[in-house]
């Protein structure tokens, strides 16, 4: 985020919004203009700014990447462009604009004249007033829109793409029905058609679609290979452990696989203000346990607490608390060495621990095996208060074998029979918040007879 050029315009919206203004004080007391830049989603120009090194650094940067066994995503904005891009004065036909004024529209002087243009913006909030608003419902700004997402494509191996579903035919039908439009409108769905034309040079590139509303099954369907989860974070963030596990456990297992699970981002509050440690801890394994996309945040594994407006280029110094860096430490050094992310994995339901109990409600377990016969196991209790359940474990061969189960987060080691595993399940009593990684093996070759 915030790699390409905003601009002079985009970055007097954010200094001159009275908000803005008050926000900016809060978090960073004694804050300067120049502490102030335009937002990296009032984009002036896809190009690297000379202050980051320019093209040839952004290269070198992703080289370096390479090297490490990593790949590089950047931001593509797509519904709107900044104030400062050249096409408002060059091609003002590519936006959303009327004839006249109106609410959210601005006068903008052009080579065919002056024209009232459209700020960007989502139908449920305000413009955002350092944009303008491309029309979709135009074949030449799909084009143009494409051909930017094409040079992008050749500089990154993945990309975010804000706010995607704002650009889907019936939401952006609705959202300027109110604006003229032109005689035609394309029959297809913008991002089918824009996905295949990357697609067809790169077929490794990546999008994660930033998703809303319940959209993103159609996103993914047109050619995204992740989109956000909110929903799960939202039922994290309200402490609703049932409606988590009913959420997961909703979804088709191709949804599920193509979700990116997250805590917090640069739109949310600091998942460290908002969780205990504790909670946090429970949390992280479960976005970090599930098929899917796992999405940390830049700060998250430090428990920064300040969220942070995007225009700032300087952050307040934070203390980092040794619970929560312990905690991800230990995340990021065990799950490795499981089949966690890379086996097959699959959500599982688990069953009471007795018949007025109703505790089990409150886990997420996840099963993942990669080398048979041996799995993993993630079960995490998102209660705040124990809770019990069975788990219907299924790899194959489960009944045949006596197994060794050991939990890797205490070192525990346990001894299970096959066919009790498979008749009744595993039991777990976990405390508040508590978690499980538990590796399993068999403790004999030799088979089990009744």
């Keep these: 985020m915030g790699v390409w050029t905003s601009g002079p315009r985009a970055r007097q919206q954010a200094l001159a919004q009275p908000q803005q203004r008050r926000l900016y004080a809060q978090v960073l007391p004694g804050w300067q203009a120049d502490d102030v830049a335009g937002s990296p989603y009032a984009i002036g120009d896809y190009q690297v700014p000379a202050a980051l090194g320019g093209e040839a650094g952004l290269a070198q940067f992703r080289n370096a990447l390479h090297a490490c066994g990593l790949k590089l995503l950047l931001d593509f904005v797509p519904n709107h462009l900044g104030l400062d891009h050249r096409w408002l004065t060059e091609r003002p036909d590519l936006f959303v604009q009327s004839p006249t004024p109106r609410p959210g529209t601005f006068r903008q002087q052009t080579r065919l004249g002056p024209r009232w243009l459209a700020h960007g913006k989502d139908p449920h909030f305000f413009p955002w007033t350092d944009t303008v608003q491309l029309d979709y419902r135009r074949p030449d700004a799909r084009a143009a829109m494409t051909g930017l997402l094409e040079s992008v494509a050749h500089r990154c191996d993945g990309a975010r793409c804000d706010m995607a579903m704002l650009l889907l035919k019936d939401v952006f039908s609705r959202t300027w029905a109110q604006f003229p439009a032109p005689d035609t409108a394309p029959g297809s769905e913008f991002w089918a058609d824009a996905i295949a034309a990357v697609k067809q040079t790169n077929p490794d590139f990546l999008f994660l679609a930033e998703a809303y509303w319940g959209l993103e099954p159609r996103l993914q369907e047109l050619g995204f290979d992740y989109t956000y989860d909110k929903v799960l974070y939202d039922k994290l963030i309200a402490r609703d452990a049932a409606g988590a596990q009913r959420h997961l456990l909703g979804l088709p297992p191709q949804g599920l696989a193509a979700g990116a699970h997250f805590l917090e981002n640069h739109d949310e509050p600091r998942a460290a203000s908002l969780l205990s440690p504790a909670e946090q801890g429970a949390a992280a394994l479960l976005i970090l346990g599930l098929p899917g996309m796992r999405f940390l945040h830049q700060g998250q594994l430090s428990g920064a607490r300040i969220h942070l ?18 905690l991800y430490e230990r995340l990021l050094t065990t799950l490795p060495a499981t ?12 069953r009471p621990a007795w018949p007025d109990n109703p505790t089990a409600q409150n886990f997420i377990l996840a099963q993942w095996q990669a080398q048979p016969p041996e799995f993993d196991l993630v079960a995490v209790n998102l209660a705040p208060h124990p809770s019990q359940c069975y788990v219907p474990l299924n790899p194959p061969g489960l009944a045949a074998r006596q197994w060794r189960l050991v939990d890797l987060f205490s070192g525990e080691h346990f001894l299970r029979d096959g066919p009790d595993l498979h008749r009744q399940g595993l039991y777990l009593d976990l405390p508040a918040h508590g978690t499980s990684l538990l590796h399993a093996q068999p403790a004999y070759s030799n088979l089990l007879s009744r």
């Design 309 to 326: 407006p995007v225009q700032l280029l300087r952050w307040p110094p934070e203390p980092k608390p040794a619970a929560i860096q312990a």
């Design 339 to 350: 089949s966690v992310g890379r086996g097959q994995g699959e959500l599982l339901l688990p």
